[in-house]
Structures are given as C-alpha cells and as structure tokens.
C-alpha cells in the first residue's frame, strides 16, 4: 500500500505530463502544508466536495491536530488527523496533501467498520484522490495498487434524477 502510494508521490512532488500507455496524463503538483490551519481548511473543502458528499452524506467533521515527531501522520477515531510539522517546511514529509487524503480515507472507512488499507479502503482512497487531485493521479494509484495485486473496492455513488 505505502509504496504504491510512494510511487505516485514521486510524481506528484514534481507535476507536469505523465505518458500512461501512450496517453498523455496532466498532474498536478502535490500541495504541501506550513501549518494546522491550512491543513484543517483542506480537510474541511475536501469533505465538502459533491463527490465525497455524495458517497459519504453522514460523515462527520474532522479536526487537525499537530503530532509530536516528524515522521508520520495518523487518524484518530472517531475524527482527529495528527500531522507532524516539526522541522523546515521542505522536510515535513508528512504535511502533504497525499498524506492527508490517506488520513482522510481511514476517517471514512473507520465510521463504516472497514479493516485499516483494506480494499474499501484503497477504493476510497482511489475516490478522494479523484474529488481532490483529479482523473490522472487516481488513475495512477489505480494502477499502482493494482499492480501490487493489492485489492480494491470501488465506491459506487448512486445518481438519483
């Protein structure tokens, strides 16, 4: 799971075109956070997209709350994301927006009793990178858990006319 994640990383930490079997994918350049506001006002319009509303119209609010280290991020059930930010902004590996889409993902698969990275998980994940990144990245984490034979459940939003 983290090194498909890690793979995709790379790729967005820089941006620009991607050939993916000779289609030509637009990235983005991966947002990085200086501090818990930022990180709370990301959370906060990620949870509001009509996307993520629509599969998830119960979920609960989330709060950002700073952690001790620098190394990594964590979901605390039932709603509090910690991020490290100690350290330059350039070296606080985890005050990324892939880091907090995957915090995210566990937030709204632990309201739903789904087992930590399991495929649900990976499914919504695959769900939040499309509402907050776009087509093209979670195409590619798509493809890279699938290459990893890491299963994945698809979160089917039913459209109501």
Do not use: N
């Not at 930022?38 to 950002?64: F, I």
């Not at 998980?121 to 798509?142: E, I, K, Q, S």
């Amino acid at each position: 799971m983290y090194a498909a994640e890690d793979q995709l990383r790379a790729t967005l930490s820089r941006g620009g075109s991607v050939d993916f079997f000779g289609s030509t994918l637009s990235m983005p350049v991966e947002r990085r956070f200086a501090d818990l506001p930022s990180v709370q006002r990301y959370v906060v319009a990620v949870l509001a997209l009509d996307s993520v509303r629509s599969a998830w119209p119960t979920a609960d609010p989330v709060r950002v709350r700073e952690r001790a280290g620098a190394s990594r991020a964590h979901y605390e059930p039932p709603g509090v994301i910690a991020i490290p930010l100690m350290g330059s902004v350039e070296r606080r590996w985890a005050a990324r927006e892939t880091v907090v889409l995957h915090e995210l993902a566990h937030h709204l698969c632990w309201a739903q009793g789904d087992a930590p990275h399991g495929p649900r998980f990976c499914g919504t994940l695959v769900h939040l990178y499309r509402g907050a990144l776009g087509d093209g990245p979670a195409l590619l984490l798509r493809a890279a858990l699938d290459g990893a034979g890491i299963p994945v459940r698809d979160v089917v939003v039913e459209v109501t006319r």
